[in-house]
Nanobody
Framework: VQLQASGGGLVQAGGSLRLSCTAS????????MGWYRQAPGKQRELVAT???????NYADSVKGRFTISRDNAKITVSLQMTNLKPEDTAVYYC????????WGQGTQVTVSS
């Protein structure tokens, strides 16, 4: 399984961005798709995940601001980010768990104050 992420960029605080990730290959069900992020000097942390059955999990810091969605037929997962804050600045990684973990290449999100 290979993951290709897109989106990200530079935005002012309060702005919005959308990340998308497409998986190539075959995923076994059940599986989990989602996003993690890593800020400079910090550990990688969960942002949001969604199971193939539709259950979601969000980090407390993004609840109410970020929305995860997925298209099982197209094997894509997206992250709509609104009301972005400078502390959201990080490299965002797409993740798939299907028997094992797969990671995308990471995309930079920078939020200026």
């Amino acid at each position: 399984v290979q993951l290709q992420a897109s989106g990200g960029g530079l935005v002012q605080a309060g702005g919005s961005l959308r990340l998308s990730c497409t998986a190539s290959g075959t995923l076994r069900s059940p599986n989990v798709m989602g996003w993690y992020r890593q800020a400079p000097g910090k550990q990688r942390e969960l942002v949001a995940t969604m199971t193939s059955g539709g259950s979601t999990n969000y980090a407390d810091s993004v609840k109410g601001r970020f929305t995860i969605s997925r298209d099982n037929a197209k094997i894509t997962v997206s992250l709509q980010m609104t009301n972005l804050k400078p502390e959201d600045t990080a490299v965002y990684y797409c993740m798939v768990y299907s028997v094992m973990y797969y990671w995308g290449q990471g995309t930079q999100v920078t939020v200026s104050s």
